[in-house]
């Protein structure tokens, strides 16, 4: 059974850094895409960045671009989200997410999702 668990969530001020992380078990992890989304309150989930198995080739939703960068450890089964100069918009809960798909940037690209984490970021 997959499994996809989230940590690292917070509250930061407008400007700091969080990082993310997701555990993943129940499954070869090196095989998959992940990727991580977020969801404000009364807002769809919306797809943040995404990482080949492989790690050589990602992809970001344009309001993170030169601020948030997806990492993985596929020895750890791990995926990471560095958030860098955090803007009160970028609160949400975040979720990490699978995909057996290529370059998947949609919801229902992702079959299996964390329970997500908290991020805050106060003005």
């Known amino acids: 059974q997959v499994a996809l668990v989230e940590s690292g969530g917070g509250l930061v001020q407008a400007g700091g850094s969080l990082r993310l992380s997701c555990a993943a078990s129940?499954?070869?992890?090196?095989?998959?895409?992940m990727g991580w989304f977020r969801q404000a309150p009364g807002k769809e989930r919306e797809f943040v960045p995404r990482i080949r198995w492989s790690g050589d080739s990602t992809g970001y939703a344009d309001s993170v671009k030169g601020r948030f960068t997806i990492s993985r450890d596929n020895a750890k089964n791990t995926v990471y989200l560095q958030m860098n100069s955090l803007k009160p918009e970028d609160t949400g809960v975040y979720y990490c997410?699978?995909?057996?798909?290529?370059?998947?940037?949609?919801?229902?690209?992702?079959?299996?999702w964390g329970q997500g984490t908290q991020v805050t970021v106060s003005s």
């Open positions: 129940g499954l070869t992890f090196s095989t998959y895409f």
């Open positions: 997410a699978l995909s057996g798909r290529s370059y998947p940037t949609e919801t229902d690209d992702f079959g299996s």
